[in-house]
């Protein structure tokens, strides 16, 4: 159908003069242009909603007023589901609120203990119907396109989409839901069953540097003989780790303990975590140490030297995610150190770095054990005056091998 526009204004300058009106087949967002641009001469905005409309009106008056524009827009909209209302002086055509039929419902909720973005993600997958609070856009403005009172069409640019749905949760503190009884009675159901104390654990660690071993020997199976003779433990092969073991052959003290008692195990850091399902912590031990960064030249020439501040020590990441009958582990151990650079860049530091990575499953109450982070030491010396002969001063070497033992024991809580 061909769509036609006509259009007779007779202008006054009083807002109560009469003015005379014939339109057919107009659209709503070339009708609303007029009026509140041309007639009312008030500032407005046209909602993507009203800009996208394809129906027509057709519509005749021979007494509208400047003054009475507004309401006359707002009585010929209505019929096809759209309203004008005015905010803080800009009038906007929007689409009419659906009013609440009977048999429709509001539910207010408040999280006890899992976060809102937890709950809508979960619960706005299986409750299809109704209306959420967070489906509200973030500001009058997001949606639609703004035109003073001026004889210029507005722009009909719809914007993207953002992120206002996020920042609404985000910024909420409670869950607001309108639908019927039966949507609502399914959404109680629902939330009673995720809105529950998230499951945690207790994990106690403790980092060894074990000295002394001999040739052809590991760390993990000195633990091996040293927990098999005393508390009767088998970490089973070597060569099948990371290694676990439950703790109900002597409790959680006594497999520290029987570490701890022997010399060549040296304890260099005991972090305790509690954590959350998928709560990822980190226990850092150590020292802040400043390397020279990236150079850069302003805008006057000044050639500026940047410094930049690495962790160094003992660092312990952890992400427990638990499961009905275990805990899957994402486990990181490093420990690095910094030493002065002979050798290329001698004026920043060299990291000295031991670190394991490693994603294991135990059952709750159980010990994992990490080993395999070794490092060896040599130096040499020499006995004598200088005036010797080389071939008359006494030379010795010296040689030590030393490895990380991470020892972690996972309860849940």
Same mark, same amino acid.
């Given at each position: 159908?061909?769509?036609?526009?006509?259009?007779?204004?007779?202008?006054?300058?009083?807002?109560?003069?009469?003015?005379?009106?014939?339109?057919?087949?107009?659209?709503?967002?070339?009708? #609303?242009? +007029?009026?509140? *641009?041309?007639?009312?001469?008030?500032?407005? =905005?046209?909602?993507?909603? /009203?800009? &996208?409309? !394809? $129906?027509?009106?057709?519509?005749?008056?021979?007494?509208?007023?400047?003054?009475?524009?507004?309401?006359?827009?707002?009585?010929?909209?209505?019929?096809?589901?759209?309203?004008?209302?005015?905010?803080?002086?800009?009038?906007?055509?929007?689409?009419?609120?659906?009013?609440?039929?009977?048999?429709?419902?509001?539910?207010?909720?408040?999280?006890?203990?899992?976060?809102?973005?937890?709950?809508?993600?979960?619960?706005? #997958?299986? +409750?299809?119907? *109704?209306?959420?609070?967070?489906?509200?856009? =973030?500001?009058?403005?997001? /949606?639609? &396109?703004? !035109? $003073?009172?001026?004889?210029?069409?507005?722009?009909?640019?719809?914007?993207?989409?953002?992120?206002?749905?996020?920042?609404?949760?985000?910024?909420?503190?409670?869950?607001?839901?309108?639908?019927?009884?039966?949507?609502?009675?399914?959404?109680?159901?629902?939330?009673?069953?995720?809105?529950?104390?998230?499951?945690?654990?207790?994990?106690?660690?403790?980092?060894?540097?074990?000295?002394?071993?001999?040739?052809?020997? #590991?760390? +993990?199976?000195?633990?091996?003989?040293?927990?098999?003779?005393?508390?009767?433990?088998?970490?089973?092969?070597?060569?099948?780790?990371?290694?676990?073991?439950?703790?109900?052959?002597?409790?959680?003290?006594?497999?520290?303990?029987?570490?701890?008692?022997?010399?060549?195990?040296?304890?260099?850091?005991?972090?305790?975590?509690?954590?959350?399902?998928?709560?990822?912590?980190?226990?850092?031990?150590?020292?802040?140490?400043?390397?020279?960064?990236?150079?850069?030249?302003?805008?006057?020439?000044?050639?500026?030297?940047?410094?930049?501040?690495?962790?160094?020590?003992?660092?312990?990441?952890?992400?427990?995610?638990?499961?009905?009958?275990?805990?899957?582990?994402?486990?990181?151990?490093?420990?690095?150190?910094?030493?002065?650079?002979?050798?290329?860049?001698?004026?920043?530091?060299?990291?000295?770095?031991?670190?394991?990575?490693?994603?294991?499953?135990?059952?709750?109450?159980?010990?994992?054990?990490?080993?395999?982070?070794?490092?060896?030491?040599?130096?040499?010396?020499?006995?004598?005056?200088?005036?010797?002969?080389?071939?008359?001063?006494?030379?010795?070497?010296?040689?030590?091998?030393?490895?990380?033992?991470?020892?972690?024991?996972?309860?849940?809580?």
């Amino acid at each position: 159908m061909i769509r036609i526009f006509l259009a007779f204004i007779l202008f006054s300058s009083s807002a109560y003069a009469d003015i005379a009106l014939q339109f057919e087949q107009i659209r709503i967002a070339p009708l #609303s242009r +007029v009026i509140l *641009g041309d007639v009312a001469r008030v500032p407005f =905005a046209l909602s993507s909603d /009203s800009i &996208a409309d !394809q $129906s027509v009106i057709t519509v005749q008056t021979d007494k509208l007023t400047k003054s009475g524009s507004v309401s006359w827009l707002r009585d010929v909209v209505q019929p096809y589901g759209f309203d004008v209302v005015e905010r803080g002086g800009l009038y906007h055509v929007v689409k009419a609120q659906k009013p609440l039929d009977r048999g429709e419902e509001v539910f207010i909720y408040r999280p006890a203990h899992r976060s809102m973005a937890y709950i809508m993600d979960v619960c706005k #997958s299986f +409750v299809v119907g *109704g209306r959420w609070s967070t489906d509200r856009p =973030a500001s009058a403005g997001a /949606s639609v &396109a703004v !035109q $003073s009172g001026s004889a210029r069409p507005a722009s009909e640019v719809i914007p993207a989409q953002g992120s206002a749905g996020a920042q609404t949760i985000k910024d909420a503190d409670v869950i607001v839901y309108e639908g019927s009884s039966s949507e609502i009675q399914r959404l109680r159901k629902l939330i009673a069953q995720i809105d529950i104390p998230p499951p945690q654990v207790v994990i106690q660690a403790t980092l060894y540097e074990v000295s002394n071993i001999a040739k052809d020997a #590991s760390a +993990v199976g000195i633990a091996g003989e040293i927990l098999g003779g005393r508390l009767g433990v088998n970490l089973g092969s070597v060569a099948a780790g990371p290694w676990s073991f439950g703790a109900s052959i002597g409790g959680v003290k006594a497999v520290f303990s029987a570490l701890s008692s022997d010399t060549r195990f040296k304890a260099l850091a005991r972090p305790n975590l509690r954590l959350s399902s998928g709560a990822k912590g980190r226990v850092s031990v150590g020292d802040e140490t400043p390397i020279l960064g990236a150079v850069t030249t302003t805008a006057g020439g000044a050639i500026v030297q940047s410094v930049e501040y690495r962790p160094s020590g003992h660092i312990l990441d952890v992400t427990p995610v638990i499961l009905d009958k275990g805990v899957e582990l994402s486990i990181d151990q490093q420990s690095s150190s910094f030493v002065q650079t002979t050798t290329g860049v001698d004026r920043s530091p060299t990291l000295l770095k031991r670190q394991v990575s490693t994603r294991v499953m135990v059952e709750p109450g159980s010990f994992v054990v990490l080993g395999g982070m070794q490092e060896t030491r040599t130096g040499s010396d020499t006995s004598g005056p200088d005036w010797l002969p080389k071939w008359m001063v006494q030379k010795s070497s010296d040689r030590s091998e030393t490895e990380l033992l991470l020892v972690l024991y996972v309860e849940r809580v």
